[in-house]
C-alpha cells in the first residue's frame, strides 16, 4: 500500500486514478477550503473518509509534512515504453520523452516529472535500479503531475535508446561540456531528451548513443546547474521552438 500526503497530490490522485485509491484520511478538525474540496471529491467518487487524530497520519507518512490529509491506494503502476511513445501530446505534432540516466535524489526526480508534464512530454523513463523510483515523496514533490504522465522503468536505458531511434527519435545528451548551445537546435521531428545523474552525468554507453550533445551556457563562476533547473531549460526551450513562439 502507498500513502500518498499533501492537499495537491491528494486532490490530482483523486482527480486522476480513483480505481488505485482507498480511502482518504484526514487530520481531525481539518475544515479549510482546499479539504473541504477534496472531501466533497471524494464523496462524489464513493471513496471512504477517515477523521483521525494528528498524531496517526503523522505515523502514516513516517512525520513528513502532509498538511492535514493523505490517501491511501495501491503502488503506482509503471507503464510500457510502447505506450509511452504513443502517448503524444495532442497540441503537438511530434513527441518528447525525457530519458533519465540516473537520478537518484527524490526532489530532483519529482521537479522532473512536473515539468515534463507541463512541457507536454509523452512520457519519462528511469532506470530500474540505482536511481530514485516513483514515491509518495516524489509524488508530492511534482504536485501531482506523476499521476498523469506515464513513466517507465526500463532494465536496460542504452537498449531503451536503441528502441527510440528505431521508432524514428532524435536522441540529445545534456552535456555541460558540449559544444552546442541548447538554443542552436530546431528540434524538428520527434525528441529523445537524455539526462545524467547528479554527479557523474550520462554513462558512457549511454553517450555513445546520443546523436547531439546540448547544454546551458554558464556565465557564473560554477561548471554546471543542478540537472532538474538544466532540464527545465532545456525542455522549454525546445517547447518554444515547437510553439514557434
Not at 17 to 33: A, F, N
Not at 153 to 179: C, H, M, P, Q
Not at 214 to 225: F, M
Amino acid at each position: 500500500m502507498q500513502v500518498i500526503y499533501g492537499v495537491k497530490p491528494v486532490m490530482e490522485t483523486l482527480k486522476s486514478d480513483v480505481g488505485r485509491i482507498k480511502k482518504v484520511v484526514v487530520s481531525s478538525g481539518r475544515s479549510m477550503e482546499n479539504i473541504r474540496n477534496i472531501l466533497k471529491l471524494a464523496e462524489q467518487k464513493g471513496i471512504d473518509v477517515e477523521f483521525r487524530e494528528k498524531e496517526y497520519l503523522e505515523k502514516l507518512v513516517n512525520g513528513k509534512y502532509h498538511q492535514g490529509i493523505a490517501c491511501l491506494c495501491e503502488e503506482y503502476s509503471y507503464t510500457g515504453l510502447d505506450e509511452v511513445v504513443e502517448n503524444c501530446c495532442k497540441s503537438l505534432k511530434n513527441s518528447l520523452i525525457l530519458v533519465l540516466d540516473g537520478i537518484t535524489d527524490p526532489q530532483n526526480l519529482g521537479s522532473l516529472i512536473r515539468t515534463a508534464h507541463c512541457c507536454g512530454a509523452n512520457g519519462i523513463v528511469i532506470p530500474e535500479n540505482r536511481a530514485a523510483s516513483v514515491t509518495p515523496t516524489v509524488i508530492k514533490i511534482s504536485a501531482g503531475a506523476a499521476q498523469y504522465i506515464p513513466i517507465v522503468k526500463a532494465v536496460n536505458i542504452s537498449n531503451t535508446v536503441d528502441y527510440l531511434k528505431e521508432k524514428g527519435f532524435w536522441i540529445y545528451g545534456a552535456d555541460a561540456r558540449a559544444g552546442q548551445s541548447v538554443y542552436s537546435f530546431d528540434y524538428d521531428g520527434h525528441v529523445g531528451l537524455v539526462m545524467g545523474s547528479e554527479g557523474k552525468g550520462m554513462r558512457p554507453l549511454t553517450m555513445k548513443k546520443c546523436d547531439f550533445f546540448v547544454s546551458v551556457p554558464i556565465l557564473g563562476k560554477v561548471d554546471s546547474l543542478n540537472v532538474s533547473v538544466a532540464a527545465g531549460i532545456i525542455l522549454y526551450e525546445i517547447t518554444r521552438k515547437r510553439f514557434k513562439v
